[in-house]
């Protein structure tokens, strides 16, 4: 479906829930591409900390700590629990335990950490040097891959990405309440934005797509239109 001139790097940011994660899975598996959330991976950092019964808001132990990570983050390979991809920490597979309300209730202090972020930024960055990859995540397209010829900013209004965060706790399996989700949302929507380094916003050159009345078929639909006309600079001028 891409062109001769589309993208092998593609960038997708936007805040919590917001369905970039389901929008990026889908885009990488037509496309063939590499998926990867980088959401998983702070996670991740985050996860370890508390396992290893380090404070999470201990910034000089849980950045030593994120810079010898063991982390590995792998296709699903037929695992058929509704995961997009398979986290392994210390070999241990952690994909489920990443997503507890625990991890989301320290995981934005965590990715607050400049040292933090610098490490998982290079692991990152190593990544998209190999092309044909699709990566997700708050500063991908401000910081990470900068020069990503198609950034996709993916939003919606928070009431709908708690309802569907919800719907997913459900689906689970899980205890969910709505209300929590919201607060849990909205506070770290705030922190991320506000914070100093790599705050959440969109690049001056990524394509907004607000999904809240959007389901993810025509969310696809809409980026294919977007690859199709080429990079983020070209679709402005359209
Ligand atoms: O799935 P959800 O949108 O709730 O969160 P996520 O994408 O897994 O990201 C979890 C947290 O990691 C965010 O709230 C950010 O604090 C942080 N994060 C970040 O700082 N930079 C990224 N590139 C990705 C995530």
Redesign the pocket.
Known sequence: MTGEHSPTVIAI??????G??TAGYMLARELGFLYL???????AATLAALIAGIDPDNEAAVSALSRDLDLQIKPASGAADGRQYTVLLDGDDVTWE?RSPDV?AH??VV??FPRV?EE?VRR?REIARMGSVVM?????GTV?IPDAPLKLYITASPEVRARR?WLDRKAQGHEADYAEILAD?NR??E??SRRKH?P?RPAEDAVIIDNTDLDPEEVLTKIRAFLHAGSSEEIKEV
Request: hydrophobic fraction near 30%; charged fraction near 30%.
């Open positions: 940011d936007g805040p919590a829930a917001s970039k994660s959330d980088t959401g998983s991976m702070y996670r990443l989301d995981v934005s990715s607050s972020r998982m990152q997700v995540g708050r500063d991908i990470v965060r949302i770290r929507d922190f991320d790599s959440l």
